[in-house]
């Protein structure tokens, strides 16, 4: 394999993101068809607490739905027993439903007519397919049937403030002495700033600092400060990110890879997903030969809390491309980060 190929293993790796703070969305919404008995299937694409909210407000039966369910004959009520009837006493010119007690409730116009049960329903619409196109990852895209209006970070702290309150007073607290007053609102912003790199992309932190240069040697940049944040534990964890990269004909500015810890360090995280993003990330802005990238953090949810080991430190490495297939390049890489 010549030096400057990714290995098919490495090169998967390569093109794939780990983004599991903000899980991939699909690109549209669709529920499923009505059954015999009038009920829906379940919602697909939606998740979690927003799901029942778009069941509510969008259910719908398409044409093709509606036709095939008259064809089944559940449209037709029977007396008492939902049995269809024949042809001739299913309604008016446009086919719709007939009650077998009304003979025949469903006229010219496409009134509601009375189905299985004695409910009474209006010709249902079509559906609306909601493109997600160009807000799959937006943080706060809570209600697809509303225009796209994100809010900012400031619009958060009077919820967030309440939220710090109520734990306040949880722990038996008073937050109306002098000393906790303002401590909701502090708390609040904090954790904003300690969670900043969820408002970040990639984009925005290279701002076109990447450069054609010939140069094929390693570039390594050690030593990176980072703090996060534990999503078991929401406690901070902090450490040192190395980073090194093979180029081939481009190169990135520096200040750039400690601008790529700072984005997925300030979000809840492990820091073996941490380790992998960055790895990742450096990958998509220069698509070098290889990205190497090692982590050494000291976790206080084993500091002050559980096993209190307080001289513990976590390792974790990432390595892609020729990093992961030439031994002799992963030692050297190994090298200059142990060198002091």
Same mark, same amino acid.
């Given at each position: 394999m010549s030096k400057f190929e990714i290995s098919d293993d490495a090169d998967e790796l390569? $093109?794939?993101?780990?983004?599991?703070?903000?899980?991939?969305?699909?690109?549209?919404?669709?529920?499923? @068809?009505?059954?015999?008995?009038?009920?829906?299937?379940? *919602?697909n694409g939606g998740y979690g607490p927003f799901a029942n909210r778009r069941r509510s407000s969008s259910i719908r039966r398409t044409e093709s739905e509606m036709t095939e369910g008259d064809e089944n004959g559940y =449209? @037709?009520?029977? =007396?008492?027993?939902?049995? !269809?009837?024949?042809?001739?006493? @299913? #309604?008016?010119?446009?086919?719709?439903? =007939?009650?077998?007690?009304?003979g025949g409730g469903g006229g010219e116009n496409g009134a509601p007519a009375a189905i299985a049960g004695g409910l009474n329903r209006a010709r249902p619409t079509p559906i609306r397919t909601i493109s997600l196109s160009g807000h799959e990852k937006c943080t706060f895209h809570h209600d697809l049937e509303l225009d796209h209006k994100p809010s900012t970070r400031e619009d958060l702290?009077?919820?967030?403030?309440?939220?710090?309150?109520? &734990?306040?007073?949880?722990?038996?607290?008073?937050?109306e002495r002098q000393g906790l007053l303002k401590t909701p609102e502090r708390a609040a912003? !904090?954790?904003?700033?300690?969670?900043? #790199?969820?408002?970040?992309?990639?984009?925005?932190? &290279?701002?076109?600092?990447?450069?054609?240069?010939?140069?094929?040697?390693?570039?390594?940049?050690?030593?990176?400060?980072?703090?996060?944040?534990?999503?078991?534990?929401?406690?901070?964890?902090?450490?040192?990110?190395?980073? #090194?990269? *093979?180029?081939?004909?481009? +190169? &990135?500015?520096?200040?750039? *890879?400690?601008? +790529?810890?700072?984005i997925f360090s300030r979000r809840l995280q492990v $820091?073996?997903? *941490?380790?992998?993003? +960055? !790895?990742?990330?450096?990958?998509?802005?220069? $698509?070098? =030969?290889?990205? !190497?990238?090692?982590?050494e953090g000291v976790h206080m949810c084993m500091v002050m809390r559980g096993v209190q080991k307080i001289n513990s430190k976590t390792v974790t490495s990432t390595m892609l491309g020729v990093f992961r297939d030439d031994p002799k390049t992963r030692e050297e890489f190994l090298t200059l980060c142990n060198n002091k």
């Open positions: 390569n $093109q794939e993101i780990d983004d599991t703070n903000f899980p991939t969305r699909s690109n549209s919404i669709s529920f499923g @068809a009505a059954n015999g008995n009038g009920s829906t299937g379940s *919602l =449209a @037709a009520g029977g =007396a008492g027993a939902g049995a !269809a009837l024949p042809p001739s006493s @299913a #309604g008016g010119e446009n086919g719709e439903a =007939a009650n077998n007690n009304s702290l009077p919820l967030m403030s309440k939220s710090y309150r109520m &734990l306040l007073s949880s722990l038996g607290e008073d937050p912003k !904090a954790m904003l700033f300690f969670t900043k #790199g969820y408002d970040q992309s990639l984009e925005e932190a &290279l701002n076109g600092a990447v450069f054609d240069e010939d140069h094929d040697e390693m570039v390594v940049v050690k030593d990176i400060e980072m703090f996060s944040m534990c999503e078991h534990h929401l406690v901070p964890f902090y450490g040192k990110v190395s980073i #090194g990269y *093979l180029p081939c004909k481009k +190169i &990135l500015g520096l200040s750039k *890879l400690a601008r +790529i810890v700072e $820091q073996e997903r *941490l380790t992998k993003q +960055i !790895a990742v990330a450096v990958t998509q802005a220069v $698509q070098p =030969a290889g990205v !190497a990238v090692i982590i």
